[in-house]
């Protein structure tokens, strides 16, 4: 079973380094206003990751501490406000 998309958990504050590091069958994450941190690599190496679903605004999401090496979250495409 391939991983195709994940949804962080409402409250989960920081998602932690090299979580999904390598997983190039990842196509989505939700993502919850909660978190404030995002670690180093979590995103490494998953080619395939195109769609990021923000619960929050964009000026939140601009506020979250991003550690290096996350290129493929910063080039996916951001939907602001999700759910709501």
Known sequence: TS???????????????CVF???????????PSSVTNIGYNVVNGCTNLKNIYYTGTEVEWNAITISSENEALKNATITYNYGK
């Open 21 to 31: 590091y390598g997983c190039t069958s990842l196509e989505s994450i939700i993502i």
């Open 3 to 17: 991983l195709k998309n994940i949804t962080i958990p409402n409250g989960v504050t920081y998602i932690g380094g």
